[in-house]
Every structure is written in structure tokens, then in C-alpha cells.
């Protein structure tokens, strides 16, 4: 599969699923799409134990029917399809919470979201992944400045005043806003590296 899965298009993931022995394919395109279903499901109100229930099902009938030869690019993108397929499993289980419910006199729950809502949840939820993976990347990258990184991460993801961070770093407050500089751009083309990379095809 090449050095750098993550810069592997999906198209290109797609591909490769056709062989039935190609596991690093699936485990990217695994590890690409089973935390965006979770995700998800965890926007329209299931636990995390049903949340990880549906990514799962959702990503293995992803798997089946590619294999199978269900997936047609020309009638639909591939998002909507793998959609499509955790918007149904969202359902099942908000029905089966319903009947619960309902068993034990409570009131009923909300309607099931449509595919629109799980549309744009879908959308949310993978710029969320694409950052987390993205930001791991460039953790994970050899000659990262261990103090720019935790400068970075304490500043802007924490939100910890640069005062403060420039005292735990043992750096200057001026320091800090130039790690902060450093690692944004690099943190921003990764990003935009690997959700080109994903969105083709997607």
C-alpha cells in the first residue's frame, strides 16, 4: 500500500478492497471511516457502547457489499452510501430503545434523524477525524521540536494561557506564540493533504 497510508485516496482504497488478501486496505479504510460512523452515532444520542456497535456493522457491510460488487459509483458517492447504511443502523437501534421505552410507560423518543441530518453530522464528524489522525501524524513525525508540540497542544488545544504554558515549557511567552505559528502550518497542511486524499472518491 505504499509508505503513508493516510495520503492514500479513497479511490485508490476502493481499489484495493477488491482483493480479497489486501487486510492493509481495509485496515486503512477501517481506520479512515469506523471513528466518523462513531462519531455520528454519538451526535443523535447513542452511548458509547451503541455507537461503537453501529461503527462496526456499519464498516463490515461496507467491506461485504464492496466485495460483493453492491457499490456502484455511477448511481452515488461513496459517503452516502456508507451513510445510507449507518443511518440504518442508527434507526434499529433508536427503535429498539423506543420499544423499550414504551414497554415501561415513559414517553416515546424523538423521531430517527433523516439521511439529511445524518448528512451533515457525517460532514462534522469527518473534519473531526481528519484533525485528530492528522494531528497524531504529526506528533508521530521525526524531528518534531518536543517543546513546539507541547507548546502547541497546551496553548491551542487546551487553551491554557501562553504565560502559563511558557512557564511549564521553560520557554519565553514570545517562544510560545512561535511554536504555536510552527506547528499551526504544519498541523494545517497535513490536513489538507489527507482530506484530499480522503474526499477523492469519498
Known amino acids: 500500500m505504499g509508505e503513508n497510508p493516510y495520503l492514500l485516496t479513497t479511490t485508490l482504497l476502493l481499489d484495493q478492497l477488491r482483493d480479497d488478501v489486501n487486510q492493509a486496505a481495509w485496515n486503512e479504510m477501517d481506520e479512515r471511516f469506523r471513528g466518523v460512523v462513531f462519531g455520528v452515532a ?79 453530522a457525517w460532514k462534522e464528524a469527518l473534519r473531526d477525524d481528519v484533525f485528530r489522525r492528522a494531528w497524531e501524524r504529526l506528533q508521530a513525525e521525526s524531528g518534531q521540536n518536543p517543546a513546539n508540540i507541547k507548546a502547541f497542544e497546551l496553548a491551542v488545544i487546551r487553551g491554557v494561557p501562553p504565560e502559563a504554558v511558557a512557564a511549564d515549557c521553560g520557554i519565553s511567552v514570545d517562544q510560545v506564540y512561535v511554536a504555536k505559528n510552527r506547528v499551526a502550518g504544519k498541523l494545517r497542511r497535513i490536513v489538507e493533504q489527507m482530506t484530499k486524499a480522503y474526499e477523492d472518491g469519498l
Not at 447513542?46 to 463490515?60: C, S, Y
Not at 456502484?72 to 437501534?93: K, Y
Request: zero cysteines; glycine letters at 8%; hydrophobic letters at 40%.
Open 42 to 120: 454519538r451526535k443523535f444520542g447513542l452511548d458509547e457502547a451503541d455507537a461503537a456497535d453501529v461503527a462496526q456493522e456499519t464498516m463490515v457491510q461496507s467491506l461485504q457489499d464492496l466485495r460483493a460488487g453492491r457499490y456502484d459509483r455511477s448511481r452515488g458517492r461513496l459517503s452516502g452510501w456508507i451513510i445510507a447504511i449507518a443511518h440504518n443502523r442508527i434507526t434499529d437501534v433508536q427503535r429498539r430503545q423506543k420499544r423499550g421505552i414504551r414497554d415501561m410507560g415513559e414517553p416515546a423518543q424523538p423521531v430517527a434523524p433523516g439521511l439529511d441530518a445524518i448528512s451533515v
